[in-house]
């Protein structure tokens, strides 16, 4: 009770930051304005609530009924502007704004709105189709349209990307085949060090926070260090809004199946130069049916978040401070059955066997197996106009709290990990000549600390140590842009020093000092150091007829993480016994990738294959075995591990026939571990081969319609069945395929004497046929006990399958966006 009247007090606080400012919009002497009108390139008709936006300021504005845009008080420099609409394909324009203050834009008209998008992941700013490596962005327009429980939702589906799960709450990324400590993600830029090695609770980051995402598909420890050896998923809030402006929305959203309830507000202001945002959301869920079993028990979760920006814009660039508390409570799943294969509690609760009706419909997710997890971030961003260059000096500050909770109240494992992320970057960019460098340092400074034992008769869980991890690295990327060709280059070198504290318990489970008399060694001290050097080398063109090609080589690294070297004990998240090894190497890799696009008025595709190859692969490798009831994980280093694969798309977006959408994407995975026997020649939870096609049929807006921008679609994921498994000791089973059907529509209610829309409204429909499957990388599907005694799952019909149809609802309520 007192996290929670803490965090509503924080809010109440940031609440109160947030609307004492008044807004009065005056010039400050050293900006520039610049101004212009978005055009239907066809008709010369003004394109009414179009956005143009300047990422690397993260500021954007909108058009007025005229089409007409004005963005005011800007440091002088060079910038690349993007222009979008629904509609109509994108727009990017270099702009100086130190000689130009009036850019006007005419837009064609296309469905397809990423044919010339902004992305800002790369370190250098570029637009995707000109990037040398593949890169995904997930517009705006995605996520408000669908429903998600968590911010990976909101990317899982785009080519190449997957997610594992152990329950609605309770997911983690892929990228090409790779996850966990592989995978870099970012929300604004800060680097999310939650317990990015464990799988039994999901990244803490609010999905109604996010805007918009990129995401590097391949190694990307050139940019940003050891833990991108598989890429970077780049979450991004909203652009802040141009100046004497206060813009913002509600949100609510149910869903039928898990009674998920959502509502966020959002609001944002900038009163000259002085920019702000609030966004303060809560949701939650009770456990979720499927077809197989129903209600599935532990399955409830809820949390809660509030992020406040505050920052200013001025001549000499920009300085951002982002504050933001979460708390979520989340039950994970442990497929405790009777005989008979209904679920049953653990230990019987107020003399009750099996969860009741009321049980299974409940928020509440304070069940024995449940987690309590905290996430605390202080984010200072700055930006700094030098010459021709500008200078990014960025600090911040995480806490990430885990509790694992035996009863109620108290924690068997409770891990406290604090992050210093930092990172000084210097970017001298000339759009007009083609040049660009960007050279700095980054890393992080982590130190983590376990908590006390719970009392008796509870049993302490200590999985890791006490230690710290110091990571820095030192990196140069150059780019050279001409008419048709990208070049681009860099280098990095990284270290990272681990130190270890030792850590002995008395039969009671207590930390005592080292040496005492009876007690046991849980830690021994250690104090490892791993070097390496990345780098990337790559190219793009543009052929002639809208065709492109990429080309890029990469050479990736990655420490071990602290899991895989240390761990001895319960993963109770994930019902599994894992011991580290002090002796792992570092990974090094190589990889290629090759990608083909064509980016026409009514056809846009892109196909993108890899070959990564990595040396010194680390993976959890089950023995035989058992301790506590529990199978014993060891991790291990292979010498290679090979993953291979296409991905891509193939979108029909007919110009003479706006009304019509068609959406593909495709994901291929091989892995490969040579050298090894038939049972462990496959990466662990490779993911299954699948295809999401989507038809979306529009409405034609009226004149003076009340209804606008209506849409009506169609889609249907289908993933194939992935017998290529790590078999032995069942630490996978071969997964089934299955093919789900979804449906969706939405609209905005729009006043139409002003053109201003009242709100919008998004319906849809997941699981349409009630199909009951259990996804290859669920991992839930292997928990299964039977009268509280762990069992081995030998076939995909035994576990916990995902989540059955689900309707779900959601309202938009905007507000302001005028002077």
Same mark, same amino acid.
């Not at 609530?49 to 002088?76: C, E, H, M």
């Not at 920052?311 to 442990?334: K, Q």
């Not at 495709?666 to 299954?688: E, G, K, Q, R, V």
């Given at each position: ?5 803490r ?5 109440y606080?940031?609440m109160?930051l947030s609307?004492?400012s008044?807004v009065?919009g005056k010039a400050i ?9 978005i055009t ?6 003004p394109i009414?609530g179009?956005t143009v936006?300047?990422p690397?300021?993260?500021i954007?504005t909108?058009?007025?009924?005229s089409?007409v845009?004005r963005?005011k008080?800007l440091?002088t ?6 222009v979008?609409?629904?509609g109509y394909?994108s727009?990017?324009?270099i702009?100086?704004?130190?000689d130009?203050?009036?850019v ?8 397809y709105?990423l044919?010339d ?7 250098n700013?570029?637009?995707r189709?000109r990037a ?5 962005v997930?517009p ?8 998600w429980?968590t911010?990976?939702?909101?990317i899982?589906?785009q080519p190449?990307?997957?997610e594992?799960t ?8 892929q990228?090409?085949g790779?996850?966990?400590d592989?995978?870099?993600?970012l929300?604004d830029g ?13 990244l ?6 996010v805007?918009?995402?990129?995401i ?7 940019q ?13 809030s909203?652009?802040?809004?141009e100046n004497?402006i206060?813009?913002?929305s ?7 199946n898990?009674?998920?309830l ?10 000259s130069g002085f ?5 303060a ?5 009770h456990?979720y049916r499927?077809?197989?079993d129903?209600y599935?028990?532990g399955?409830a979760?809820?949390?809660v ?6 920052g200013l814009?001025r001549a000499?660039g920009?300085s951002?401070?982002t504050?933001?508390a979460?708390h979520r409570r989340?039950e994970?799943p ?5 005989s008979?294969g209904?679920?049953e509690?653990?230990t019987?609760q107020n003399g009750?066997v ?5 049980d299974?419909l409940s928020y ?15 984010w ?7 010459g021709?260059g500008?200078?990014g000096?960025d600090v911040g500050?995480t806490?990430?709290?885990?509790h694992?909770?035996d =009863? @109620?109240t $108290?924690?068997?494992g409770?891990? *406290? ?5 930092y990172? /000084?970057k ?13 050279t700095?340092i980054?890393g992080i400074?982590e ?7 719970p009392?008796?008769p ?5 999985e ?6 110091f990571?820095i690295g030192g990196?140069v ?5 001409w008419?048709?060709?990208t070049?681009?280059g860099?280098l990095r070198f ?7 504290d030792p850590?002995?318990l008395?039969d009671?489970?207590?930390?005592v ?5 009876g007690?046991a060694?849980?830690f ?8 390496g050097? =990345? @780098?990337s $080398?790559g190219?793009?063109?543009? *052929?002639?007829?809208d065709n492109?090609v990429? /080309?890029?080589?990469s050479?990736s690294?990655?420490?071990?993480a ?5 761990s ?5 998240g994930s019902n ?11 990974e090094q890799?190589?990889?290629?990738d090759?990608a083909y696009?064509?980016?026409g008025?009514d056809?846009?595709l892109?196909a993108?294959g890899f ?5 010194n692969?680390?993976f959890?490798?089950r023995?035989d075995?058992v301790s506590q009831g529990?199978?014993?994980y ?5 010498n290679?591990a090979?993953?291979?694969?296409v991905?891509g798309?193939?979108n ?5 026939a706006r ?7 495709f994901t291929y995975i ?11 020649n496959?990466?662990?939870w490779t993911p299954a081969p699948?295809?999401n096609s989507e038809v979306t049929f529009?409405?034609?807006d009226?004149h ?5 921008g209506?849409y009506?679609?169609?889609g249907?994921q289908?993933?194939?069945a ?7 000791v ?5 997964s ?5 059907f979804?449906a969706g529509a939405?609209?905005n ?7 201003r ?10 699981n349409?046929?009630?199909?009951a ?8 599907q292997y928990?299964l006990?039977y009268?509280?005694?762990?069992v ?6 035994q576990?916990?399958y995902?989540i059955g ?15």
């Amino acid at each position: 009770m007192g996290i929670q009247l803490r965090f509503i007090a924080l809010i109440y606080i940031l609440m109160c930051l947030s609307v004492c400012s008044p807004v009065t919009g005056k010039a400050i002497p050293g900006f520039n304005d610049i101004t212009g009108k978005i055009t239907d390139k066809a008709t010369g008709a003004p394109i009414a609530g179009a956005t143009v936006a300047v990422p690397d300021l993260k500021i954007a504005t909108s058009t007025d009924a005229s089409g007409v845009y004005r963005l005011k008080q800007l440091p002088t420099g060079e910038y690349l502007m993007q222009v979008t609409a629904i509609g109509y394909a994108s727009v990017t324009k270099i702009i100086d704004l130190g000689d130009t203050y009036s850019v006007d834009v005419k837009l064609s008209a296309s469905n397809y709105e990423l044919a010339d998008v902004i992305v800002t992941a790369l370190g250098n700013t570029t637009t995707r189709q000109r990037a040398t490596t593949p890169i995904t962005v997930v517009p705006h327009n995605t996520i408000l349209q669908g429903a998600w429980n968590t911010a990976v939702d909101e990317i899982a589906s785009q080519p190449g990307v997957n997610e594992t799960t152990e329950g609605a709450g309770t997911t983690k990324p892929q990228i090409n085949g790779l996850g966990f400590d592989r995978v870099l993600t970012l929300m604004d830029g800060l680097p999310q060090e939650d317990f990015q090695w464990g799988d039994d609770h999901g990244l803490l980051i609010d999905p109604y926070a996010v805007y918009d995402a990129e995401i590097i598909r391949g190694p990307a420890s050139l940019q940003y260090g050891a833990s991108a050896e598989a890429g970077v998923i780049s979450f991004k809030s909203e652009s802040l809004p141009e100046n004497g402006i206060v813009v913002g929305s509600v949100l609510t959203e149910y869903h039928t199946n898990n009674g998920y309830l959502g509502t966020s507000l959002n609001i944002a202001g900038n009163d000259s130069g002085f920019v702000w945002r609030l966004i303060a959301s809560g949701e939650e869920a009770h456990s979720y049916r499927d077809p197989k079993d129903g209600y599935v028990w532990g399955t409830a979760w809820n949390q809660v978040n509030a992020r406040l920006t505050l920052g200013l814009n001025r001549a000499w660039g920009y300085s951002r401070l982002t504050l933001s508390a979460l708390h979520r409570r989340i039950e994970v799943p442990d497929g405790n059955r009777d005989s008979t294969g209904r679920f049953e509690f653990d230990t019987p609760q107020n003399g009750q066997v099996y969860p009741s009706h009321t049980d299974f419909l409940s928020y509440s997710a304070n069940i024995a197996g449940d987690k309590i997890l905290d996430e605390y971030q202080a984010w200072w961003q700055n930006s700094l106009n030098l010459g021709k260059g500008r200078l990014g000096l960025d600090v911040g500050f995480t806490q990430s709290v885990h509790h694992d909770i035996d =009863s @109620g109240t $108290v924690g068997s494992g409770n891990l *406290l990990v604090n992050d210093i992320p930092y990172s /000084l970057k210097y970017q001298l960019t000339g759009e007009k000549s083609g040049w660009k460098l960007t050279t700095g340092i980054n890393g992080i400074y982590e130190f983590q600390h376990n908590g006390a034992a719970p009392p008796a008769p509870y049993i302490a869980d200590y999985e890791i140590p006490n230690y710290t991890n110091f990571e820095i690295g030192g990196y140069v990327i150059v780019e050279k842009t001409w008419k048709d060709l990208t070049l681009s280059g860099g280098l990095r070198f990284d270290r990272t020093d681990f130190v270890g504290d030792p850590m002995s318990l008395n039969d009671s489970g207590n930390i005592v000092p080292t040496g005492t008399p009876g007690s046991a060694v849980q830690f021994t001290a250690f104090n490892n150091i791993y070097t390496g050097p =990345s @780098g990337s $080398v790559g190219a793009s063109y543009q *052929l002639p007829d809208d065709n492109y090609v990429k /080309l890029n080589f990469s050479r990736s690294y990655r420490a071990p993480a602290i899991n895989e070297l240390t761990s001895n004990g319960l993963n109770i998240g994930s019902n599994a016994i894992q011991l580290g090894n002090i002796n792992l190497k570092a990974e090094q890799g190589y990889q290629v990738d090759f990608a083909y696009g064509y980016n026409g008025s009514d056809v846009s595709l892109e196909a993108d294959g890899f070959y990564n190859h990595i040396s010194n692969f680390i993976f959890a490798d089950r023995t035989d075995s058992v301790s506590q009831g529990y199978p014993v994980y060891q991790f291990v280093s292979s010498n290679t591990a090979i993953l291979t694969g296409v991905s891509g798309f193939l979108n029909f977006h007919p110009s003479s026939a706006r009304w019509l959408e068609i959406d593909n994407g495709f994901t291929y995975i091989y892995s490969y571990l040579p050298n090894s026997s038939d049972s462990t020649n496959h990466i662990p939870w490779t993911p299954a081969p699948h295809l999401n096609s989507e038809v979306t049929f529009r409405l034609s807006d009226g004149h003076n319609s009340v209804l606008k921008g209506t849409y009506f679609k169609f889609g249907l994921q289908h993933d194939w069945a992935q017998n290529n498994i790590y078999s032995a000791v069942y630490t996978e089973v071969p997964s089934a395929a299955y093919t789900l059907f979804n449906a969706g529509a939405g609209t905005n209610f729009v006043n139409p004497k002003t053109g201003r829309v009242i709100c919008s409204l998004y319906v849809n429909c997941a699981n349409l046929t009630n199909v009951a499957y259990a996804d290859h990388l669920n991992l839930a599907q292997y928990f299964l006990a039977y009268n509280g005694q762990s069992v081995t799952v030998t076939r995909q019909s035994q576990g916990v399958y995902n989540i059955g149809r689900n309707i779900s609802f959601k309202l938009v309520v905007p507000f302001g966006g005028v002077k």
